[in-house]
């Protein structure tokens, strides 16, 4: 199966941006201190592949417009990700005190502070930042994105789900506290999101709050994270299709990602040429981040990636290394990351620096 045309997500056109990129073994966007993000005029000749909302059977020759450049260099990516992370960590730790009752609390703790790189809430404050609004606007949707995004990881460990024992290093939430604790635990940080964004958000207009709810509540429900996770249980023991997998991920993973910039774009004032940029720039980053996860989970140890290795291989479940082979994976990968960088032309360079680096970040993270 050939990879070839990327199309929108939702109607929007997708076109390819690399003709020379993958996962290990090519260049990557801002490798070396002083690189440039360059995007370089290429042609491409698609072929035919299964048709989704993102891979079309159809046959294309695109040209790209003029090259451009973007000095991104100067922007110190590994210092801004540990201050916003930090910041995040702090309003979380005061978000979920240790108080009564004890055991739930303790619960809700052990996996929302367990570590990892807030990619989900950093990505909340870079929107908000990019369209003109500030970290104090976006804390509190940037903690909620978070606290969903860890419902959903204890959810999904259960042993009526995917039944993993390790998650960012640790025992899972159900191992340390029992199954019917951390299904309390999980329903307590799902309700204790929307109760804090509506309750601690400030400086931003009301119906730009509802606005963001909405989108949130959307990623999470039956068309959302939901929907992903009933057909991706739904297909267990059965042979899936592109199309199929694709539906998985898209809103499995790619959702509450897509979610957590389009909220922050809302509540920092975007417009509404500038949300939806951002919002095509979030989907193809959102599939993205399950792509690489299916490659790290078939390239990666255990102890690499902090939950257990090889247990889609062992359960044979559809992945895109298994439909698409490796190498096309990587190569769809790249596909990916540079679309979104597409979206970002719109914006100032400066500004848009932590997006360009996250998306880097999440094509080349090692676990």
């Known amino acids: 199966m050939s990879m070839a045309f990327l199309a929108s997500i939702s109607g929007h056109e997708v076109s390819f941006l690399l003709k020379n990129t993958t996962l290990n073994g090519f260049q990557k966007h801002t490798k070396q201190p002083h690189s440039y993000l360059k995007l370089g005029p290429v042609r491409i000749q698609a072929t035919h592949v299964t048709h989704s909302s993102l891979v079309q059977s159809v046959k294309v020759e695109e040209s790209m417009t003029k090259p451009e450049s973007y000095l991104v ?3 110190q990516f590994e210092e801004y990700m540990k201050t916003k992370a930090k910041h995040v960590n702090k309003a979380l730790d005061e978000v979920v005190p240790l108080q009564e009752p004890v055991r739930i609390h303790e619960a809700m703790r052990y996996s929302l502070l367990a570590g990892g790189k807030r990619v989900r809430p950093v990505l909340c404050i870079a929107s908000c930042e990019l369209v003109g609004g500030d970290e104090l606007q976006a804390i509190p949707m940037a903690c909620a994105v978070e606290m969903i995004h860890t419902m959903s990881l ?21 191992k340390a506290f029992g199954e019917e604790v951390a299904i309390l635990a999980g329903d307590a940080l799902l309700s204790l999101a929307f109760e804090h964004v509506a309750a601690r958000t400030v400086h931003v207009s009301s119906d730009r709050v509802v606005r963001a709810i909405a989108e949130l509540g959307s990623s ?5 994270l939901v929907a992903g996770q009933i057909v991706d249980i739904c297909s267990e023991g059965k042979q899936v299709n592109l199309r199929e997998l694709e539906y998985i991920h898209v809103h499995k993973t790619a959702k509450l990602l897509e979610a957590s910039v389009v909220c922050g774009a809302i509540m920092g004032g975007g417009n509404v040429s500038e949300v939806e940029r951002m919002r095509k720039y979030a989907r193809c980053i959102g599939l993205l981040f399950q792509v690489v996860d299916d490659i790290l989970d078939v390239t990666k140890s255990s102890e690499e990636l902090g939950k257990t290795a090889g247990k889609d291989l062992a359960s044979d479940k559809a992945t895109y290394p298994k439909l698409m082979g490796l190498d096309k994976a990587k190569k ?4 990916l990351m540079d679309k979104a960088m597409k979206e970002l032309e719109y914006f100032d360079a400066s500004k848009a620096a932590p997006l360009y680096h996250l998306a880097n970040y999440i094509a080349y993270r090692q676990n």
């Open 73 to 75: 260099s100067s922007f």
């Open 220 to 224: 999470v429900g039956s068309e959302g």
């Open 332 to 335: 769809f990968a790249g596909e």
């Open 154 to 174: 204890i959810h999904d460990d259960l042993p009526c789900m995917d039944n993993d024992d390790l998650r960012r290093g640790k025992p899972t939430n159900h």
